[in-house]
């Protein structure tokens, strides 16, 4: 497969997006029971991880481009191509979230006002990195399973990454169970809007796969990436199963092993996001 830079890209942008969310929603919880100094110090390591992703997985989409000035080429049509959109609504999501991460270490201070409104950009973003896979001409990326797939990361790997680094701060018990809460929601939600779209995706690719409209049988390709498909799914029902498991409540709770258990948990929608785009790349 020779997508590795696409995928590595659209992985680390969209964990990068759901981490600033989770983040903003964080900020504002963070901000009732903590001092504006303890605040800081929790947000910190989200705030410096969440530009970071950004800006690696924008170096990997430029290097994907072959020449690094196509990149500026690119954004001379915006109005009319989601690659131009992509690439400015990326680089604008990274200049706030790297904005709100310079604001905090120059005055000890957490902005969720501003992640949020970065957030609210890459949201943006990852539309148009659908739009760009929706519009292509591979005929197993033509549908709405692919805004499902991009959003599904935002929303279960950015948002866990997002907790785990949340809660190796000063935060209480029961803000860690907040913040738990939220991504476990989050997965169960991803997982159902995929479970709902795939008998439409299906539908969609036997229709595809007649001769007389293109000579491709994209059923067949689906259905060789099942068992990948399958071990994602198993991962991801893992890392929910385990969440469940550490919300349950009980007399009495180790620190210590409950971020043990969260960042495995993490593991997993790690593990699970990744063969599933795997699995999306090599479907053509």
């Known amino acids: 497969m020779n997508e590795w830079p696409l995928l590595v890209f659209t992985l680390l942008v969209q964990a990068s997006i759901g981490m600033a969310l989770i983040g903003a929603l964080g900020g504002y919880w963070l901000r009732r029971a903590l001092t504006t100094e303890q605040c800081f110090l929790a947000l910190r390591p989200l705030l410096l991880l969440a530009p970071m992703l950004a800006a690696g997985g924008l170096l990997v989409s430029v290097a994907h481009l072959g020449y690094p000035l196509n990149a500026f080429h690119a954004l001379r ?5 989601w690659l131009s959109r992509e690439i400015l609504l990326a680089s604008l999501y990274l200049g706030i979230v790297g904005l709100v991460a310079l604001l905090a270490l120059l005055t000890r201070r957490v902005y969720p006002s501003l992640l949020l409104l970065g957030g609210l950009v890459g949201l943006a973003d990852v539309g148009c990195m659908a739009g760009i896979y929706i519009n292509s001409a591979v005929v197993t990326w033509m549908h709405l399973n692919t805004a499902v797939a991009f959003y599904g990361t935002v929303f279960t790997l950015g948002v866990m990454l997002g907790v785990v680094t949340l809660c190796r701060g000063p935060v209480s018990q029961p803000l860690m169970q907040r913040l738990l809460l939220t991504a476990l929601l989050s997965c169960v939600a991803t997982a159902a809007a995929h479970w709902l779209v795939t008998p439409g995706y299906l539908d969609f690719l036997a229709q595809a796969a007649r001769p007389v409209t293109l000579p491709f049988d994209a059923v067949a390709a689906f259905l060789r990436s099942e068992p ?10 893992a890392a929910i199963a385990l969440m469940v498991l550490l919300l349950y409540p009980t007399r009495q709770r180790v620190t210590v092993l409950y971020r043990s258990g969260i960042a495995v948990a993490a593991l997993l929608v790690l593990l699970a996001q990744t063969g599933s785009r795997y699995a999306f790349f090599i479907l053509h």
Do not use: Q, Y
């Not at 990948?228 to 029902?237: C, E, I, N, V």
């Open 228 to 237: 990948l498909r399958m071990a994602s799914a198993a991962l991801l029902m």
């Open 77 to 81: 049509h915006v109005a009319s191509s």
